[in-house]
T-cell receptor, first 112, second 116 residues
Framework: DAKTTQPPSMDCAEGRAANLPCNHS???????VYWYRQIHSQGPQYIIH???NNETNEMASLIITEDRKSSTLILPHATLRDTAVYYC?????????????FGSGTRLLVRP | DSGVTQTPKHLITATGQRVTLRCSPR?????VYWYQQSLDQGLQFLIQ???????AKGNILERFSAQQFPDLHSELNLSSLELGDSALYFC???????????????FGEGSWLTVV
């Protein structure tokens, strides 16, 4: 079962920041937070991941609270092409499989 | 382009038939994962292979099987197909090293299977 809770849908205006929240209140010290997105029916696309520090890459920023029980994915300047389903996943680094278990995600709609 | 290649992209077959889906992982990746995505089930983990051996098994039906070959490509075999097997099947791959450091899993574009 997925260990995260995300709002089913959100929207934001093009050019504005999109802030997607994720709750993972039962996260353990061995678990990373990963974000993927799926545009229409394409293959899920890796966005970013983190353990306890905030992370930033060319796609997004990941803000993890100090207690690690929640995180926020930030798309700084959303475009129409960012419309997708965004998945927040916790991944156990002690699990030898390192598999990803997807929940239902957040459907983000970027409005013109 | 993730570097993970899946064939065929689309496949239509009849109930009771058998199909094979093929996946070529990214160069250097030893792990291959298979996922199923149907309209009412979301992305479901099926099975994982690492360097030719089964590493983890998820919600994979007994009618389904997979293997990973010495050249690291993988095949997912679906037999006695039913209408409910119609779905998008994704393959993903990752490199693994001793001491997990958050290595990323990359997904292919999927194989659309329609059972009629």
């Amino acid at each position: 079962d997925a260990k995260t809770t995300q709002p089913p849908s959100m929207d934001c205006a093009e050019g504005r920041a999109a802030n997607l929240p994720c709750n993972h209140s039962t996260i353990s010290g061995n678990e990373y937070v990963y974000w993927y997105r799926q545009i229409h029916s394409q293959g899920p696309q890796y966005i970013i991941h983190g353990l306890k520090n905030n992370e930033t890459n060319e796609m997004a920023s990941l803000i993890i609270t100090e207690d690690r029980k929640s995180s926020t994915l930030i798309l700084p300047h959303a475009t129409l092409r960012d419309t997708a389903v965004y998945y927040c996943i916790v991944r156990d680094r002690m699990d030898s499989s390192y598999k990803l278990i997807f929940g239902s995600g957040t459907r983000l709609l970027v409005r013109p | 382009d993730s570097g993970v290649t899946q064939t065929p992209k689309h496949l239509i077959t009849a109930t009771g038939q058998r199909v094979t889906l093929r996946c070529s992982p990214r160069s250097g990746d030893l792990s291959v994962y298979w996922y199923q995505q149907s309209l009412d089930q979301g992305l479901q983990f099926l099975i994982q292979y690492y360097n030719g051996e089964e590493r983890a098994k998820g919600n994979i039906l007994e009618r389904f099987s997979a293997q990973q070959f010495p050249d690291l490509h993988s095949e997912l075999n679906l037999s006695s197909l039913e209408l409910g097997d119609s779905a998008l099947y994704f393959c993903a791959s990752s490199v693994e090293a001793r001491g997990f450091s958050g290595n990323t899993i990359y997904f292919g574009e999927g194989s659309w299977l329609t059972v009629v």
